[in-house]
Protein backbone atom coordinates (compact mmCIF):
# COMPACT_ATOMS: atom_id res chain seq x y z
CA UNK A 1 0.00 0.00 0.00
CA UNK A 2 0.89 3.91 -0.02
CA UNK A 3 4.26 4.55 -1.12
CA UNK A 4 4.21 0.47 -2.86
CA UNK A 5 1.46 1.68 -4.58
CA UNK A 6 3.76 4.96 -6.03
CA UNK A 7 6.29 3.06 -7.00
CA UNK A 8 4.20 0.69 -9.09
CA UNK A 9 2.40 3.76 -10.51
CA UNK A 10 5.30 5.91 -11.39
CA UNK A 11 6.89 3.08 -12.73
CA UNK A 12 3.73 2.34 -14.91
CA UNK A 13 4.28 5.97 -15.79
CA UNK A 14 7.25 6.00 -17.22
CA UNK A 15 7.08 3.06 -18.91
CA UNK A 16 3.60 2.18 -19.58
CA UNK A 17 4.25 -1.33 -21.25
CA UNK A 18 5.76 -2.71 -18.33
CA UNK A 19 2.85 -3.89 -16.15
CA UNK A 20 -0.01 -6.05 -17.94
CA UNK A 21 -1.86 -4.48 -14.89
CA UNK A 22 -1.24 -3.76 -11.40
CA UNK A 23 -3.52 -3.86 -8.00
CA UNK A 24 -2.69 -0.96 -5.70
CA UNK A 25 -3.95 -0.68 -2.26
CA UNK A 26 -4.35 2.85 -0.67
CA UNK A 27 -1.66 4.07 -2.66
CA UNK A 28 -0.29 7.14 -2.20
CA UNK A 29 -1.49 9.20 -5.30
CA UNK A 30 -1.58 12.83 -3.41
CA UNK A 31 -0.12 13.92 -0.11
CA UNK A 32 -3.10 13.28 2.44
CA UNK A 33 -2.89 17.00 4.10
CA UNK A 34 -3.16 14.73 7.81
CA UNK A 35 0.75 13.29 6.93
CA UNK A 36 2.59 15.85 5.50
CA UNK A 37 3.84 19.37 6.50
CA UNK A 38 2.37 22.79 5.51
CA UNK A 39 3.78 23.23 1.52
CA UNK A 40 5.79 25.97 2.22
CA UNK A 41 7.58 23.86 4.81
CA UNK A 42 8.02 20.98 2.01
CA UNK A 43 9.45 23.85 0.29
CA UNK A 44 12.33 25.21 2.56
CA UNK A 45 13.07 21.19 3.40
CA UNK A 46 13.80 20.22 -0.62
CA UNK A 47 15.37 23.27 -1.08
CA UNK A 48 17.71 24.14 1.63
CA UNK A 49 17.37 21.35 3.96
CA UNK A 50 17.48 17.93 2.24
CA UNK A 51 21.05 18.81 0.38
CA UNK A 52 22.63 19.78 3.24
CA UNK A 53 21.21 16.89 5.38
CA UNK A 54 19.96 13.74 3.12
CA UNK A 55 21.06 11.27 5.14
CA UNK A 56 19.72 12.34 9.21
CA UNK A 57 16.61 10.37 10.28
CA UNK A 58 14.76 13.52 11.23
CA UNK A 59 11.82 14.51 8.42
CA UNK A 60 8.93 16.08 9.88
CA UNK A 61 6.53 13.34 8.52
CA UNK A 62 4.15 12.66 11.04
CA UNK A 63 4.23 8.75 12.39
CA UNK A 64 1.22 7.13 10.44
CA UNK A 65 1.61 3.85 12.75
CA UNK A 66 -1.36 4.44 14.92
CA UNK A 67 -3.61 5.14 11.53
CA UNK A 68 -2.48 1.78 9.54
CA UNK A 69 -4.57 -0.14 11.66
CA UNK A 70 -7.26 0.02 13.58
CA UNK A 71 -6.37 -3.32 15.55
CA UNK A 72 -4.27 -1.80 18.13
CA UNK A 73 -2.66 -4.98 18.74
CA UNK A 74 -1.78 -5.62 15.22
CA UNK A 75 -0.20 -1.77 15.42
CA UNK A 76 2.25 -3.16 17.87
CA UNK A 77 2.85 -5.97 16.43
CA UNK A 78 4.09 -4.10 13.26
CA UNK A 79 6.16 -1.99 15.32
CA UNK A 80 8.20 -5.06 16.32
CA UNK A 81 8.81 -6.10 12.65
CA UNK A 82 12.88 -4.30 12.17
CA UNK A 83 11.91 -4.12 8.11
CA UNK A 84 8.71 -1.91 8.91
CA UNK A 85 9.17 1.63 8.32
CA UNK A 86 6.14 2.53 10.80
CA UNK A 87 7.49 4.32 14.21
CA UNK A 88 10.75 5.34 12.24
CA UNK A 89 11.79 8.86 11.51
CA UNK A 90 12.29 9.08 7.93
CA UNK A 91 15.59 10.46 6.40
CA UNK A 92 15.44 13.36 4.97
CA UNK A 93 16.18 12.26 1.31
CA UNK A 94 13.67 9.40 2.05
CA UNK A 95 10.99 11.88 2.47
CA UNK A 96 12.19 14.08 -0.58
CA UNK A 97 11.73 11.07 -2.64
CA UNK A 98 8.32 10.19 -1.56
CA UNK A 99 7.30 14.11 -2.01
CA UNK A 100 8.31 14.05 -5.26
CA UNK A 101 7.25 10.85 -6.81
CA UNK A 102 3.73 11.80 -5.27
CA UNK A 103 4.05 15.16 -6.66
CA UNK A 104 5.29 13.61 -10.19
CA UNK A 105 2.34 10.55 -10.12
CA UNK A 106 -0.43 13.17 -9.13
CA UNK A 107 0.70 15.81 -12.27
CA UNK A 108 0.14 12.90 -14.31
CA UNK A 109 -2.59 11.08 -13.70
CA UNK A 110 -4.45 11.55 -17.34
CA UNK A 111 -1.02 9.70 -18.08
CA UNK A 112 -1.66 5.88 -16.83
CA UNK A 113 -2.24 4.03 -19.69
CA UNK A 114 -1.35 0.75 -17.31
CA UNK A 115 -4.89 -1.60 -16.74
CA UNK A 116 -5.25 -1.53 -12.84
CA UNK A 117 -7.54 -2.16 -9.96
CA UNK A 118 -7.59 0.61 -6.87
CA UNK A 119 -9.31 -0.39 -3.34
CA UNK A 120 -8.97 1.67 -0.82
CA UNK A 121 -10.99 2.37 2.97
CA UNK A 122 -12.64 5.67 3.21
CA UNK A 123 -11.84 5.96 6.58
CA UNK A 124 -8.09 6.28 5.36
CA UNK A 125 -6.62 9.01 7.09
CA UNK A 126 -2.88 7.96 5.66
CA UNK A 127 -3.70 8.23 2.25
CA UNK A 128 -7.00 9.96 0.76
CA UNK A 129 -9.93 7.68 -0.88
CA UNK A 130 -10.61 10.69 -2.54
CA UNK A 131 -7.05 10.80 -4.55
CA UNK A 132 -7.62 6.94 -5.51
CA UNK A 133 -10.76 8.36 -6.94
CA UNK A 134 -9.12 10.72 -8.43
CA UNK A 135 -6.94 8.52 -9.82
CA UNK A 136 -9.72 6.37 -11.58
CA UNK A 137 -11.69 9.57 -12.89
CA UNK A 138 -8.46 10.72 -14.52
CA UNK A 139 -6.54 7.76 -16.02
CA UNK A 140 -6.73 7.09 -19.45
CA UNK A 141 -6.72 3.53 -19.35
CA UNK A 142 -9.59 1.85 -20.36
CA UNK A 143 -9.23 -0.66 -18.31
CA UNK A 144 -10.10 0.21 -14.77
CA UNK A 145 -11.36 -0.43 -11.60
CA UNK A 146 -12.22 1.46 -7.71
CA UNK A 147 -13.87 -0.05 -4.82
CA UNK A 148 -13.97 1.65 -2.09
CA UNK A 149 -14.39 -0.24 1.11
CA UNK A 150 -16.53 1.42 3.84
CA UNK A 151 -14.71 -0.34 6.83
CA UNK A 152 -11.17 -0.40 7.57
CA UNK A 153 -8.17 1.94 8.19
CA UNK A 154 -5.13 2.28 5.75
CA UNK A 155 -3.62 -1.12 5.70
CA UNK A 156 -6.41 -3.36 7.22
CA UNK A 157 -7.50 -5.00 3.93
CA UNK A 158 -3.98 -6.32 3.50
CA UNK A 159 -2.99 -6.87 6.72
CA UNK A 160 -5.86 -6.58 8.94
CA UNK A 161 -6.25 -9.90 10.84
CA UNK A 162 -7.93 -10.54 12.61
CA UNK A 163 -10.04 -7.56 13.32
CA UNK A 164 -10.70 -6.96 9.52
CA UNK A 165 -10.31 -10.87 8.54
CA UNK A 166 -13.49 -10.37 6.14
CA UNK A 167 -12.30 -7.53 4.90
CA UNK A 168 -9.19 -8.99 3.94
CA UNK A 169 -10.25 -12.22 2.45
CA UNK A 170 -13.13 -9.80 0.16
CA UNK A 171 -9.60 -7.83 -0.93
CA UNK A 172 -7.44 -10.56 -1.71
CA UNK A 173 -10.88 -12.48 -3.95
CA UNK A 174 -11.23 -9.23 -5.81
CA UNK A 175 -7.25 -9.15 -6.52
CA UNK A 176 -7.47 -12.72 -7.64
CA UNK A 177 -10.44 -12.39 -9.58
CA UNK A 178 -8.99 -9.05 -11.75
CA UNK A 179 -5.93 -10.63 -12.44
CA UNK A 180 -7.16 -14.30 -13.27
CA UNK A 181 -9.70 -12.49 -16.03
CA UNK A 182 -6.57 -10.63 -17.62
CA UNK A 183 -4.39 -13.82 -17.58
Given at each position: ?140 SPDKTITLWKEGWHADALLGAPLHKPLMQKAYALAGDWVRQRS
Amino acid sequence: ESMGGAIALSLALKHPNLYDGIVLSAPAVNGAKEVLPHPAVVWFLMTFVVPIFATLPQAPFEDVSDKCHEDKALVARTRLNPFSPQGKKLRFSTGAALVTAVRYISGHLSDVTTPFLVFHSEKDTVTSSASSQLLYEQASSPDKTITLWKEGWHADALLGAPLHKPLMQKAYALAGDWVRQRS
